[in-house]
């Protein structure tokens, strides 16, 4: 489904002079209901109302072939999880065809304007399954994620840290698109579900008309742990700890933890362009960003938690392994606007 960002008849005579000049861009985002395609719907609507671009934005796109169409120039702006640009470097996971040599100049191609949260991994269950928590996993159908991209990545390695399982050894790993997934879970397709969600969550309370759910925090030993801690400074993996009753509650459904705290990896990742957008637009559309964060945090309950603003490496995921920089009209814009950019996201000069 194409959806295009233009302003409506309401807006000033002014910025209807700036709209008709707006270049026309492309971009591609997520599945309905999640902080990607929330941010990008809502960067769109800004652009087209400041005359900086009007968008075709694309969605239920698989964010880890997004990537390469932003690194080829086919697609102008896209979300991706952080992990992605430093598998494609390595021609790993879902870019083992294209390999390391191609897949480095690829990622050479990108870079970033803001980084966001895309969601919380978690482990949840029905309350009827035979799943009450990450040691009762064995022998199990474990829904956990579509079928490659971060997400699948993300839900093994925790799987693997947590509970000491394998997908296809310990555990039966079920994947399913993000478009079906819903109903995949409310058809029992699955004994539990390791999957990224949001606070609230809209695919979970869909999943909940069907039966009562628990979700499941990390628990605190293996959340300490040095294997968990070093997969939280994994690449586009950053850590999450918040008191359950700073969270908003869903109807139908449980929070699960032994101290009333939840933890659990956070899914890093950056809203990218080309490297080479143009300096004036990539600073346009980052000051946007930094401009309207209440617009952000305002279009859905979620988007509280999505971590705009952030700009710490320790936050956001940037620096270390990640080898994808922001752009220099990101940097420029972060800057004006009084944020110290920490010297290892900024590009070579």
């Not at 997004?66 to 102008?76: C, M, P, Q, Y």
């Not at 969600?197 to 695919?203: C, M, V």
């Not at 999450?240 to 139908?252: C, D, M, R, S, T």
Request: charged share 15%; proline share 6%.
């Amino acid at each position: 489904m194409k959806i295009t960002a233009t302003l409506g008849v309401a807006a000033a005579a002014s910025c209807i002079a700036l709209a008709a000049q707006a270049q026309t861009m492309t971009a591609e985002g997520s599945n309905p209901g999640s902080t990607p395609l929330t941010t990008i719907m809502v960067l769109a609507e800004l652009a087209g109302a400041e005359g900086i671009a009007d968008f075709q934005v694309q969605d239920g796109q698989t964010l880890t072939d997004s990537l390469v169409n932003v690194a080829r120039g086919t697609t102008d702006v896209a979300p991706v999880p952080l992990i992605a640009p430093f598998l494609l470097s390595r021609g790993a996971g879902p870019y083992a065809s294209i390999g390391a040599e191609e897949g480095t100049q690829l990622v050479g191609k990108v870079s970033a304007l803001f980084t966001i949260s895309f969601g919380a991994m978690s482990l949840y269950s029905y309350d009827s399954s035979n799943v009450s928590g990450w040691d009762t996993l064995e022998g199990k159908r474990i829904i956990n994620g579509p079928p490659s991209g971060g997400a699948l990545a993300n839900a093994r390695a925790m799987i693997q840290i947590i509970a000491g399982l394998e997908d296809g050894k310990g555990y039966e790993g079920v994947q399913s698109n993000w478009g079906q997934m819903s109903q995949f879970i409310a058809d029992g397709s699955g004994d539990a579900m390791v999957l990224p969600i949001y606070f609230p969550d809209d695919r979970i309370t869909q999943a909940s008309a069907a039966g009562a759910l628990t979700l499941y925090s990390v628990p605190k030993a293996a959340y300490d742990s040095e294997p968990f801690q070093k997969y939280l400074s994994s690449p586009g993996t950053v850590g999450y700890e918040i008191p359950i009753a700073e969270l908003p509650q869903q109807e139908n459904v449980t929070i699960s933890s032994e101290d009333d705290t939840w933890r659990s990896p956070v899914t890093a990742g950056a809203i990218v362009v080309n490297s080479d957008m143009d300096f004036d637009t990539a600073k346009a559309m980052t000051a946007l960003m930094l401009k309207n964060i209440a617009a952000f945090e305002g279009k859905a309950p979620y988007m509280r938690y999505a971590l705009l603003g952030a700009i710490d490496a320790a936050e956001t995921g940037m620096c270390g392994p990640n080898p994808v920089k922001y752009h220099p009209g990101a940097v420029a814009a972060w800057e004006e606007a009084g944020h110290t950019v920490p010297d290892c996201a900024k590009p070579a000069s």
